[in-house]
């Protein structure tokens, strides 16, 4: 059942990937993402990471895809972009690609068999996670408010049209 | 009961997908969210490790990493927002301000 699950959830998470590669118009790339997205929620939920996975459906293809189909209406370009003409780019990058999935396989290669497998005790529950964020981790934890009001501050800021122009 | 490293490999796949998308295409936008679908490949292998090492603090750093990553969306899209204004374009080989 739980391979099954994987399985589903991966096809569906690398499929929705490849749409938005292959796809020509920008919002159906943004909603392809959206699938792959919410897909890679559930998979977190399969490794015992359910508060993750709930933050991963809200904040990632909930807020974050919706700014991005904000910022696509905006910009609404009225037809998509051509594909790259010169082909020697994609052949190369293609080549690029399988160079570096060949690298990062051989990186890992001996740390895969020493991983186990998921069940057994589990680990990541909302409370131990909490207790985490404002104990050990208290520092990093305030720095992100300080983040996010910094990048707050500075993309209105960058947006706000000039009241002279 | 489901092996951790299917988990470890699909980061893999998607983070090479990511870097292959943002070669690919041209356009700012589609090639940020090929910059979102690195940093969820990344998310993935720090949660599939957090399992396999029995503790939960990767999934803490995971959470730091979608918070980042909404602040780098916002400003990102705003930069965006503002090349588009200025070119009343959007493709990455009409930003060539300072290419002389």
Same mark, same amino acid.
């Given at each position: 059942?739980?391979?099954?699950?994987?399985?589903?959830?991966?096809?569906?998470?690398?499929?929705?990937?490849?749409?938005?590669?292959?796809?020509?118009?920008? /919002?159906?790339?943004?909603?392809?993402?959206?699938?792959?997205?919410?897909? &890679?929620?559930?998979?977190?939920?399969?490794?015992?990471?359910?508060?993750?996975? /709930?933050?991963?459906?809200?904040?990632?293809?909930?807020?974050?895809?919706?700014?991005?189909?904000?910022?696509?209406?905006?910009?609404? &370009?009225?037809?998509?972009?051509?594909?790259?003409?010169?082909?020697?780019?994609?052949?190369?990058?293609?080549?690029? /690609?399988?160079?570096?999935?060949?690298?990062? /396989?051989?990186?890992?290669?001996?740390?895969?068999?020493?991983?186990?497998?998921?069940?057994?005790?589990?680990?990541?529950?909302?409370?131990?996670?909490?207790?985490?964020?404002?104990?050990?981790?208290?520092?990093?934890?305030?720095?992100?408010?300080?983040?996010?009001?910094?990048?707050?501050?500075?993309?209105?800021?960058?947006?706000?049209?000039?009241?002279?122009? | 009961?489901?092996?951790?490293?299917?988990?470890?490999?699909?980061?893999?796949?998607?983070? $090479?997908?990511?870097?292959?998308?943002?070669?690919?295409?041209?356009?700012?936008?589609?090639?940020?969210?090929?910059?979102?679908?690195?940093?969820?490949?990344?998310?993935?292998?720090?949660?599939?490790?957090?399992?396999?090492?029995?503790?939960?603090?990767?999934?803490?750093? $995971?959470?730091?990493?979608?918070?980042?990553?909404?602040?780098?969306?916002?400003?990102?899209?705003?930069?965006?927002?503002?090349?588009?204004?200025?070119?009343?374009?959007?493709?990455?080989?009409?930003?060539?301000?300072?290419?002389?």
């Amino acid at each position: 059942m739980g391979i099954f699950l994987f399985f589903l959830l991966a096809i569906l998470c690398v499929g929705g990937v490849l749409g938005m590669i292959l796809s020509r118009n920008q /919002a159906h790339s943004a909603l392809f993402l959206v699938l792959a997205f919410a897909s &890679l929620g559930g998979l977190f939920g399969l490794l015992d990471a359910p508060f993750i996975a /709930a933050v991963q459906i809200l904040i990632y293809a909930g807020a974050i895809m919706v700014l991005f189909i904000f910022v696509i209406m905006m910009v609404n &370009l009225e037809q998509g972009i051509a594909p790259e003409k010169k082909r020697w780019t994609l052949g190369l990058s293609a080549g690029l /690609a399988v160079f570096l999935l060949g690298e990062l /396989a051989m990186a890992v290669r001996g740390t895969l068999g020493a991983l186990g497998r998921t069940g057994g005790q589990s680990i990541g529950s909302p409370t131990e996670l909490g207790r985490l964020l404002f104990t050990d981790y208290l520092y990093p934890f305030e720095i992100t408010s300080v983040l996010i009001i910094a990048a707050l501050v500075g993309a209105i800021v960058l947006v706000k049209k000039k009241e002279k122009e | 009961m489901i092996p951790v490293s299917y988990f470890f490999g699909l980061s893999i796949v998607l983070f $090479v997908l990511g870097i292959i998308g943002f070669f690919v295409k041209r356009d700012l936008i589609t090639m940020f969210m090929a910059v979102e679908v690195m940093l969820n490949a990344a998310n993935l292998a720090f949660i599939a490790l957090a399992k396999a090492a029995g503790s939960p603090a990767g999934q803490v750093i $995971v959470f730091f990493v979608i918070t980042v990553a909404a602040a780098e969306a916002a400003v990102g899209l705003a930069i965006i927002l503002l090349v588009f204004r200025q070119k009343k374009s959007i493709k990455a080989e009409d930003m060539r301000l300072m290419k002389g």
